[in-house]
């Protein structure tokens, strides 16, 4: 292996690429049927997929490895699939119990002693971490409850010098287990798992105990993002099911116990979601398997649980404006967020550590512990919070007006729920669900019977507000709408696509979004977040940020390809998959198996080197590739160009022509 980098990787970077001048040629002995020969490994990804198995081999003490020309030479396509689903997984899944929760609760973000905190209503957990402190020291565990009462927006920044991970689910090890995985199957009608008491007499019903495990969006991350793991699970469907189904029973604890799926499950997080994909996952999953009582019984936990969280979040106000009946990411807090320096805010903070005689840290810091008082540094960070609710943190779209903003991503994210609520009712549950007081809204008598008629109205009034307000006839393209100005944001988004996807556009809607937005965004490598135009010149006041062009996201392209296809332009959305195919496996070819969580969609050659706000999760390794951000998305752009995603299509067309 020494070898083998000192001749090719030239550039001392750890990794054999185009970058690199080597002679790119590396003699191995070949034990053939003939006896010892020499083999000539050539071509910077051959050579590349060689220094991968050397050091694979290398992390498991193997001296001597015998390697087939079929590895090295392996089809990079075939290659890049078979990693995601046989290796990459296993580095992005954690486990909040002694066999993970050392990792899990320290924050890279904050510099903190690693602590956890439980909401009053897992007193299971609470026994289960305490005594794992006290015997395991080493740890240095610090457990603590969450109050009885609401979390308000000074609670949590009361805690945030002391961030802490939130608790997940957690069941029995003794429970049966999902034979595909061996994760407990927690499919019940009760909308979480059964709590498990803690018994002072009988140690061994705490000791029992098992954290179901989740999947995260990348190595450097301990915590369940929300729509990360969405778009991570569509890639698990077909290997790891089980994996699948315990984060759709993590959100639903997260929806039990915190309100909604939130943002992560960091104390930091508890005033803020995400987008809601919970019952789109949920049905994935349920037309996944093979649809028997456990799976069931899941389903209808989750749909349930949805449904707590859209009566009791997303349509409560503040998000929801009553005057369109639209709503909008809102979330709770005060302050700038805790877990980003004060860097990230360097061209916002200036003016005012210019005006206080402060550098901006300093500045930074009396804002938040209140010595500094800007009415207009509150309204920012209010926009702010609302920008990373979103998902779409940070982009030009959103900066400065996100709370006040019924965007197009999130009506249609409702609309599903609304939509796939009533096709569940009807299709699976006979036209009648009883639905507990928990998973009501306030116009709701508790356990009424759910029907599909009540969630078709609301999805046929929301469709009316989003033509209403969200549709633009004269640019044929979908709008977010500023409930305060009572004006359209014009910013030209990928967003503009979702509507295709959740079914909510007409066909005539449909045709005009095709013809005026691909043009716009469509590029190399795919779909841009948004067009040059509405970005703007970059200047110091106005910095590149991740979610604005020239940059491109999986889910993005993912919902963009659904729509397209949902709507009859197949052969948009297959060259649209091609594109962002033929980008990543490129890298991937040229950059030692590098795969990232964004690219810069108008080039090819460098596309992943993205130095904007963050820098790109998944470039930095050395030698081998542990992890990326797959999303699930490589897996799908191969199936949309080989159309073979009919089962899921089928249903959801189903769901369709059942609104219509």
């Not at 020969?37 to 290398?58: H, P």
């Not at 009582?293 to 209808?300: D, I, T, Y």
Request: glycine content about 6%; aromatic content about 10%.
């Amino acid at each position: 292996m020494e070898d083998l980098l000192e001749r090719e990787d030239t550039d001392r970077d750890g990794l054999i690429t185009i970058d690199d001048e080597g002679p790119r040629n590396f003699p191995l002995g070949n034990h053939g049927i003939h006896g010892p020969q020499a083999y000539q490994v050539q071509s910077v990804y051959n050579l590349a997929n060689l220094l991968q198995e050397l050091a694979l081999a290398k992390m498991k003490n193997i001296d001597r490895l015998l390697v087939s020309r079929l590895q090295l030479e392996e089809e990079p396509v075939t290659r890049l699939n078979r990693l995601i689903r046989e290796s990459w997984w296993d580095n992005l899944t954690r486990h909040l119990d002694a066999t993970g929760i050392e990792a899990a609760a320290k924050d890279p973000k904050m510099d903190s002693q690693p602590r956890i905190y439980v909401p009053r209503g897992a007193p299971e957990q609470y026994a289960y971490y305490r005594k794992l402190s006290h015997d395991r020291p080493d740890i240095n565990l610090d457990v603590q409850w969450l109050p009885h009462e609401e979390i308000t927006a000074e609670f949590i920044k009361g805690i945030n010098q002391r961030p802490g991970v939130l608790a997940l689910a957690m069941v029995s090890a003794s429970q049966s287990l999902l034979p595909s995985s061996n994760i407990p199957d927690l499919g019940t009608n009760s909308g979480s798992q059964k709590p498990i008491e803690p018994d002072d007499g009988n140690p061994a019903s705490i000791e029992d105990l098992k954290a179901l495990p989740f999947v995260v969006p990348g190595d450097r991350f301990n915590e369940l993002y929300n729509w990360d793991a969405c778009f991570c699970a569509l890639g698990l469907l077909g290997s790891h099911i089980g994996l699948v189904k315990s984060v759709i029973q993590n959100f639903i604890f997260e929806i039990e116990h915190y309100g909604k799926i939130l943002n992560a499950n960091r104390s930091y997080y508890l005033g803020r979601a995400q987008p809601p994909f919970l019952t789109w996952l949920a049905l994935k999953t349920y037309e996944a398997t093979e649809k028997d009582e456990a799976s069931q019984n899941l389903l209808k936990d989750a749909i349930l649980a949805a449904m707590k969280e859209y009566h009791c979040y997303w349509m409560t106000e503040p998000r929801l404006d009553t005057e369109t009946g639209l709503s909008r990411y809102r979330p709770i807090g005060a302050g700038s967020p805790p877990e980003c320096s004060s860097v990230v805010f360097e061209h916002i903070l200036s003016p005012y550590a210019t005006k206080y005689n402060m550098t901006v840290q300093e500045l930074s810091d009396a804002y938040n512990q209140g010595a500094v008082n800007e009415v207009a540094l509150d309204e920012y960070f209010n926009h702010d919070r609302a920008v990373r609710e979103s998902g779409h943190d940070t982009s030009n779209r959103l900066e400065g007006v996100a709370a006040n903003l019924a965007t197009v991503d999130l009506n249609c994210l409702l609309y599903r729920y609304e939509i796939d609520f009533a096709y569940v009712i009807s299709t699976v549950f006979g036209d009648r669900l009883v639905v507990p007081a928990a998973s009501c809204g306030s116009v709701q008598k508790a356990e009424n019977v759910g029907t599909s008629e009540y969630w078709r109205k609301k999805a046929e009034r929301r469709r009316t507000s989003i033509e209403k307000y969200l549709w633009n006839e004269q640019k044929g393209l979908f709008f977010d709408y500023n409930t305060v100005t009572k004006q359209q944001n014009q910013y030209e988004s990928a967003t503009t696509l979702w509507p295709l996807w959740c079914g909510v556009s007409s066909d005539t809607q449909a045709a005009a979004v095709v013809v005026n937005c691909l043009p716009k965004l469509e590029c190399n490598g795919g779909l841009s977040v948004g067009s040059e135009r509405s970005r703007g010149p970059i200047t110091p006041a106005n910095p590149q940020k991740q979610w604005d062009f020239p940059y491109g996201w999986a889910p993005h392209q993912v919902l963009a390809w659904d729509g397209l296809l949902r709507y009859g332009y197949t052969a948009d959305a297959e060259r649209l998959a091609y594109r962002w195919l033929h980008m990543i496996t490129k890298i991937f070819v040229n950059f030692n198996g590098t795969v990232v969580e964004k690219y810069n969609v108008t080039e090819l050659n460098n596309c992943h080197k993205v130095d904007a706000e963050y820098g790109n999760q998944g470039a930095n390794f050395k030698y081998v590739p542990q992890e990326g951000l797959k999303k699930g998305h490589f897996e799908i752009a191969v199936d949309v160009i080989l159309q073979k995603q009919t089962g899921v299509r089928k249903a959801e067309s189903k769901n369709q022509s059942y609104m219509e």
